[in-house]
């Protein structure tokens, strides 16, 4: 698996992939179906039976989590944000934005498609379901209908609970956004909601865990920490970018960065390269002296000490097309919009065509440690 998780298909030129936990939540899922619902609705079925019931079930919710998803990225890119893509995981699936919600309103359609989807796909299995009693079709597949429009329910009840991250919670940042015309406030508002909504979730667990159910409890104290987790990044997020305004991409960049063959093998790079300089990132060129990639430490520790000789710098590299380009008089925050994950946060810097400087997390996590006016852009990128 690679650090952009485990690629599952393509839809309208967006990638979906997955990280191992949804093995987890899929297992889980099947197991509730196949020792839960079948058991209690069709008493007598195989063990096996109500296993492959379940897988089925389990698949077909994810499904609907894509869909779901596939809502909020499509709606964002035909508003103008760039979607890397979107990446399921433990609690469920997220749609991928390089590019920051222009106004509050695209932040409430954008999150309100999410939601409408859902309520759809709950509405065709709830009709389905309906439909199939009154045929006569086998009670095994009624209750996969049946479930999956329940789950599918219960997902869009909790989702539009006005609690940041949450759908709702989006929706009424949004909402206060247009109102104030102050994203930061908004912001704060929201994500104080999804604190107080994550601090009760936790409770809820907590009470569950010691009187109805370990396991039911242990994943809502889950569910309540990530909430809790989640609002408290999105406001300090937030706090960030208001603090950024007016930085300029050079006034932070770390300048003359170490170009490096991206011929060379990895255990050349780290002992001719990364043990002599303070750098984290190095540029490769191809013969003819093109920028072709960019190397991170990231990328270096994922290869074993083992392989590093047989490895070249290319090889590990993260292609040039996919690190966003940057000009020196180019507001930071203007920048930040075009980072994202398949980048590993960096950008390279040019002046005209001659590469200048990098940005990356620890230059923009020096600006606030030394201060917008005292930044240091000589520093490790």
């Known amino acids: 698996m690679n650090r952009d998780g485990v690629h599952l298909a393509r839809i309208a030129g967006i990638r979906i992939s997955a990280d191992w936990s949804v093995l987890l939540i899929g297992a889980l899922l099947a197991w509730g179906v196949?020792?839960?619902?079948?058991?209690?609705?069709?008493?007598?079925?195989?063990?096996?039976?109500?296993?492959?019931?379940?897988?089925?079930?389990?698949?077909?919710?994810?499904?609907?989590?894509?869909?779901?998803?596939?809502?909020?990225?499509?709606?964002?890119?035909?508003?103008?944000?760039?979607?890397?893509?979107?990446?399921?995981?433990?609690?469920?699936?997220?749609?991928?934005?390089s590019g920051d919600l222009m106004t509050g309103r695209t932040e409430m359609l954008v999150a309100a498609i999410g939601p409408a989807i859902t309520f759809v796909l709950a509405g065709a299995f709830f009709g389905s379901s309906w439909l199939l009693v009154q045929i006569g079709a086998p009670p095994l597949v009624i209750v996969v209908t049946e479930w999956l429009a329940a789950v599918n329910l219960a997902l869009l009840l909790f989702n539009l609970i006005p609690a940041f991250p949450l759908d709702g919670g989006r929706i009424l940042r949004g909402f206060l956004w247009t109102r104030t015309k102050n994203r930061m406030t908004a912001t704060v508002a929201a994500a104080r909601a999804g604190r107080f909504f994550s601090m009760a979730v936790i409770g809820l667990g907590v009470l569950d865990l010691f009187f109805v159910s370990p396991i039911g409890g242990l994943w809502l104290v889950l569910i309540g920490w990530f909430l809790a987790s989640a609002a408290r990044g999105e406001a300090t997020g937030e706090q960030a970018r208001h603090a950024l305004e007016g930085v300029l991409v050079g006034d932070v960049m770390s300048k003359n960065p170490v170009i490096v063959p991206s011929w060379i093998t990895v255990e050349l790079l780290?002992?001719?390269?990364?043990?002599?300089?303070?750098?984290?990132?190095?540029?490769t060129h191809s013969i003819d002296g093109r920028i072709d990639g960019l190397v991170t430490m990231r990328g270096i520790k994922l290869v074993p000490p083992q392989q590093r000789s047989n490895r070249r710098a290319i090889d590990i590299a993260i292609p040039a097309d996919r690190v966003p380009i940057a000009r020196q008089d180019e507001p930071v925050t203007d920048l930040l919009k075009r980072i994202g994950t398949a980048s590993d946060g960096r950008a390279m810097v040019y002046d005209g065509g001659t590469l200048v400087g990098i940005v990356s997390p620890s230059d923009i996590a020096r600006l606030f440690q030394s201060g917008p006016g005292r930044v240091s852009a000589s520093a490790a990128a």
């Open 34 to 97: 196949a020792g839960g619902a079948v058991p209690l609705q069709v008493p007598g079925t195989p063990v096996w039976l109500a296993w492959i019931v379940g897988v089925i079930a389990a698949t077909l919710l994810i499904v609907s989590l894509v869909a779901h998803e596939l809502g909020h990225a499509l709606l964002a890119r035909r508003r103008g944000v760039t979607v890397e893509g979107i990446k399921l995981w433990l609690f469920g699936g997220a749609a991928q934005m």
């Open 270 to 283: 780290v002992e001719q390269y990364v043990m002599g300089h303070d750098f984290t990132s190095f540029p």
